[in-house]
């Protein structure tokens, strides 16, 4: 008998469609009576919170990473967490981050509410059960499973604003599969040491590049900041004009950490021109490796939190592996 926590905190997959068709949180979680529908897995299941996921921060995430921890030690032989769609990415890369568990810790959520046609609620927790409670998704970190394929954590994203299947690893393509009989794995991913953290850092920010911009929104940024990603353009460049304000950042040793906002490929030191990703890192820019801009301001924040700054912290945002 396997031992599956489900960790709830809230999202569609736990919300019901009213009459006027607007989606709303449910005074009883729709997925808690699926345990009769699991035959060898016993599930165990918490509601740590109840929130639409863009109310989620680092916060709770610290919350959920520190109950898996717990878990671990109490002989639970994998943890699954649901989770609104629309932050899931970032609190599994986040747990990815910060666990370093053998046992098996899925992330999964729904499109759909549980009372519209076609939920996917359901099914999407029972896949997720079922890849926490196989032997091969220990070791491999976090993942998340959605409408029967698991990805990794660290690469998996959002791509369609309510398409089923929505989550999609660029480039590389999901790691497994879900079947009827269990979670089955073709690909591995390069594993990564854990930083574990007790708080969090606030004040890192996130800013998108665009045709024309100049140095205002850097300027904006409060004199508490401790962090920014910047999603620069193409394969790691900037407008001239953003150039003095960033050096002021970079003065007053904010860390400043750059991916590209392509769907695919990775930031790099490449154009030599006036805003170039050669200008950018002489002037200090840590370039991160195959991240999109919201893992990568979980990086630095997981980073920063952990207590690295100068060479460790560009050393660890910059690894995509570690």
């Not at 345990?35 to 989620?56: K, Q, R, T, W, Y």
């Not at 369609?160 to 690893?169: E, I, L, Q, S, Y």
């Not at 920014?228 to 050096?247: D, F, K, Q, S």
């Amino acid at each position: 008998m396997k031992h599956i926590l489900a960790l709830h905190t809230g999202g569609t997959i736990s919300m019901t469609a009213t009459d006027t068709g607007a989606v709303v949180p449910s005074d009883v979680n729709p997925l808690l009576d699926l345990s009769a529908h699991l035959d060898g897995i016993d599930v165990i299941s918490e509601e740590v919170f109840n929130l639409p996921s863009p109310h989620v921060t680092p916060t709770q995430m610290l919350t959920l990473s520190r109950r898996i921890r717990a878990a671990e030690s109490e002989g639970i032989d994998g943890v699954v967490v649901t989770h609104g769609t629309d932050t899931l990415e970032e609190t599994a890369y986040f747990l990815d981050l910060t666990l370093d568990p053998t046992i098996p810790v899925v992330v999964t959520g729904a499109m759909r509410s549980s009372n519209e046609i076609g939920s996917d609620g359901r099914y999407n927790f029972l896949s997720a059960i079922r890849t926490a409670a196989s032997d091969g998704a220990r070791g491999k970190g976090c993942l998340v499973v959605m409408n029967d394929e698991v990805h990794t954590a660290r690469f998996v994203t959002k791509t369609h604003t309510t398409n089923v299947a929505t989550f999609r690893t660029p480039t590389f393509g999901p790691i497994g599969l879900v079947t009827k009989d269990g979670a089955h794995f073709f690909q591995e991913l390069i594993n990564q040491q854990a930083c574990p953290v007790d708080t969090v850092t606030d004040n890192v920010f996130l800013l998108k590049a665009f045709a024309g911009m100049d140095g205002t929104l850097f300027d904006a940024l409060p004199a508490t900041t401790h962090g920014l990603v910047i999603e620069a353009l193409g394969a790691g460049n900037l407008p001239p004009a953003t150039l003095p304000a960033l050096g002021r950042l970079l003065a007053r040793g904010v860390p400043v950490v750059l991916v590209s906002r392509c769907f695919n490929g990775v930031a790099e030191d490449f154009y030599d021109y006036e805003g170039g990703g050669v200008t950018l890192k002489k002037m200090g820019v840590i370039f991160c490796q195959g991240l999109n801009g919201q893992k990568a301001r979980i990086k630095l924040i997981v980073g920063l939190s952990g207590g690295k700054r100068g060479a460790a912290l560009a050393t660890y945002v910059n690894n995509a592996v570690s």
